[in-house]
């Protein structure tokens, strides 16, 4: 048996960057999705997400890629993978209704030597059920995602380990399948549905965890005057906690994604009778620090100006970036706080908010958006505002009120006096 | 977190419920200076803890949009079981008459931050509230009974601390501390007045209300800023704004000293642009005031 065609089902963020990481190892890919319009738009290669390295990945491999909204076509697939995306409600509980339908309509059309690979983050329990529904020879897998929006390319072609849900561990993996995984020469590690599904959860726990508790000790940091940064080195060289742990300081979490685990944890506490109120205050802390923007403005900037109405300047709407998305972004909870107040906004890739905002414009650069603000706000860490020079923005800013949590413009105390800016940051 | 269901029209009227107490005469001089029209109900026109109340009050609601209901019996009138049984009596009748009145009146209930628990100390309407004491749970079961009754139409203003002029209550904080100094020329602190705590001055307190009448606003709102300040240091500010020295002493605190900060963001998402009183100018406004008015 030998491994030809691997096919993505459901052409999303994540569909399509494990598609184009298939094709970097020389895999012939179908990339299937339901959505005419998508695929159309996709031969014709107009990409719906930005990523470094994505386009140059699927243009390079034209010859080995086909488009399809045809599920017959998914016949010639060894591999299957199904990675739609799974909606989320306000709680970060996953609506898995989309999934569902999308297996039991391709299923028919799968040739039964092929195996099945949900990609997509589903609760634990839920790839069993499945197997449980499809009728053997067909083998059902699930493995976990570790999608980084920015940097997910670079993370599909170079995982530091696959991690694989099979029905029975002790039942070697499907020769195709072990194949593809060996080509991408990092660990495999193969356990039960049920515990590489909470696997992915518990990976996004740890996350949480970091983000939470380095959030924490920075804010309280600010109110006794240590300074984080002084901390964060000594901290890295512990091996327990380590070079790559996440240290920097934000505005909570963001993108939906960990946020949902973290609500399928504290369900699975709360029916169980476990204790997961430690999670609970993660999700808690991350709502607490998302206000940090607005806190700011309204406790230490909006009081030194009288009734003269403000024009306020938000660059960056996605909630981090290279990407388009803005799920739970901490930008567009700033915005929708701020509706009675005259906005000026720019982002790379977002050009419209999901509500309605009466008083803000989008502008198409970030300059023009600065034009005439009294108070600027730096919202996303793209790398074009890094480039901003601050004379440039001081030059066409009616006032020099700065709020930049993730320091892009690097100012330090002693140039914001120069400058006559009052710049607030995090760390 | 407040919803707005939509601008009250001109015209509409505000039955206030408590209308001689502090927070009440306030609110009803700035009503009055409004596009409202307001009436005021005090103890002395109707007794809320009596059942005869109920029918003459509906009476009054059915010609009413609004209905702000302040009365209570704070611990300045004592801290036990009948105090507490008269206040739920009185939330108990108030209700009834809404029910009685057969009209959905936008209703604003002052409950009071007595409701959190000293376990957390920064303070937002997304935590559950734990009271400690009779006055918090008192203020917590009145909130689930005007909820029962109004649910769809009801705001719950839980308030920290008030001060300013006309404050009849002489609680320990700024007016008591100015009072004292007045008066004795010393402010004394339990312990060195470790313990921290968050202050609104009364006219913000009245203009968030009247944002709330003015949106129709349902849900709940702290009203308190988001500046906190020690015991100790709020008796310095209030010592300030004397030209006397004035002696900060000393006594014995029955308890380990706690904190209370607010996170204000709900505040402002729902009043965008909403500005609170600091702390520094309210307590030098509230002194003025009362030397004026010789409170």
């Known amino acids: 048996m030998s491994l030809n065609t691997i096919a993505y089902v459901g052409l999303t963020h994540l569909g399509l960057i494990s598609a184009a990481a298939a094709l970097e190892k020389g895999f012939k ?43 017959e076509d998914l016949k010639k697939a060894e591999l299957l993978y199904v990675a739609p995306d799974i909606p989320t409600n306000d709680s970060g509980v996953s609506d898995l209704q989309g999934i569902k339908e999308l297996i039991s309509f391709i299923i028919p059309s799968l040739s039964k030597s092929s195996c099945l690979i949900v990609l997509s983050q589903v609760p634990p329990g839920f790839t069993r059920a499945l197997s449980q529904e499809i009728q053997e020879p067909l083998r059902v897998y699930y493995q976990v995602e570790t999608l980084v929006f920015g940097i997910a390319m670079q993370r599909a072609l170079y995982p530091e380990r696959f991690i694989v849900g099979t029905q029975n561990k002790n039942i070697p993996l499907d020769p195709n399948f072990e194949t593809f995984l060996k080509a991408f020469n990092c660990p495999i590690l193969v356990m039960d549905y049920e515990s590489a599904e909470f696997c992915k959860i518990c990976i996004n726990a740890f996350l949480a965890a970091t983000v939470s508790t380095t959030n924490t000790l920075e804010e309280i940091c600010q109110k006794i005057g240590a300074k984080w940064r002084d901390i964060v080195p000594a901290l890295r060289l512990d091996k327990r906690i380590g070079e790559y742990a996440y240290l920097a300081p934000g505005l909570g979490l963001s993108g939906g994604n960990i946020e949902r685990d973290l609500k399928t944890i504290t369900s699975l506490a709360q029916c169980h009778g476990s204790h997961g109120q430690v999670v609970d205050s993660f999700i808690k802390n991350s709502q607490h620090r998302r206000n940090w923007p607005l806190n700011t403005f309204y406790k230490k900037v909006y009081p030194q100006f009288s009734e003269k109405p403000l024009t306020l300047c938000v660059l960056g709407i996605a909630y981090k970036e290279n990407t388009h998305s803005t799920k739970n972004s901490a930008s567009l909870r700033l915005l929708a706080q701020l509706k009675n107040f005259e906005i000026q906004a720019y982002d790379p890739l977002v050009k419209s908010l999901p509500f309605e905002h009466g008083s803000i414009t989008i502008k198409d650069s970030a300059l023009e958006a600065v034009k005439g603000a009294d108070v600027l706000f730096l919202m996303t860490p793209w790398d074009e505002f890094k480039d901003l020079q601050l004379e440039d923005l001081l030059s066409i800013m009616r006032e020099r009120f700065i709020i930049d949590p993730y320091k892009i413009l690097s100012m330090d105390s002693d140039v914001a006096f120069k400058q006559n800016v009052t710049y607030y940051s995090l760390c | 977190m407040l919803k707005h269901k939509g601008k009250a029209s001109s015209g509409e009227k505000v039955l206030v419920l408590g209308s001689q107490g502090f927070i009440g005469k306030n609110l009803i001089e700035a009503l009055t200076a409004s596009d409202f029209k307001v009436e005021g109900i005090s103890s002395k026109d109707l007794d809320l803890t009596d059942p005869k109340s109920v029918v003459p009050l509906a009476e009054k609601m059915r010609g009413c949009d609004h209905l702000v209901m302040l009365s209570c019996l704070t611990p300045d009138k004592g801290k036990g079981t009948d105090v507490l049984m008269k206040n739920l009596f009185m939330a108990k009748h108030v209700c009834d008459a809404l029910r009685e009145s057969g009209k959905s009146l ?167 642009g909403f500005k609170f009183t600091p702390l520094k100018e309210g307590v030098s406004k509230a002194h003025e005031m009362m030397q004026k008015n010789k409170d």
């Open chain 1, 29 to 71: 890919v179908i990339c299937f999705d339901r959505n005419q319009e998508l695929v159309a738009n996709l031969k014709s290669g107009k990409y719906p997400i930005n990523e470094p390295g994505f386009k140059e990945a699927m243009e390079k491999r034209k010859d080995r890629v086909y488009f399809t909204s045809c599920p």
């Open chain 2, 106 to 272: 936008h209703v604003v209930y002052f409950s009071s931050d007595s409701v959190y628990s000293f376990e957390e100390s920064l303070i937002h309407e997304g935590i559950q509230s734990s009271p400690i004491d009779l006055y918090g749970a008192m203020h917590r079961m009145r909130e689930l009974m005007f909820l029962e009754v109004a649910a769809e139409n009801l705001a719950i203003i839980r308030p920290t601390l008030v001060y300013g002029s006309g404050d009849s209550h002489n609680s320990y904080g700024p007016n008591r501390f100015r009072r004292e100094a007045f008066k004795e020329k010393s402010i004394t602190l339990f312990g060195e007045g470790e313990d921290t705590r968050a202050h609104i001055y009364i006219d913000d307190l009245v203009r968030l209300t009247i944002l709330v009448l003015e949106n129709n606003s349902v849900g709940t709102l702290n009203a308190a800023p988001d500046e906190s300040i020690t015991y100790g240091n709020l008796a310095n500010l209030v010592s300030s704004c004397f030209e006397e020295k004035i002696e900060i002493k000393s006594k014995p605190r029955a308890a380990d000293p706690n904190h209370r900060y607010f996170e204000t963001s709900r505040c402002y998402e729902a009043f965008p």
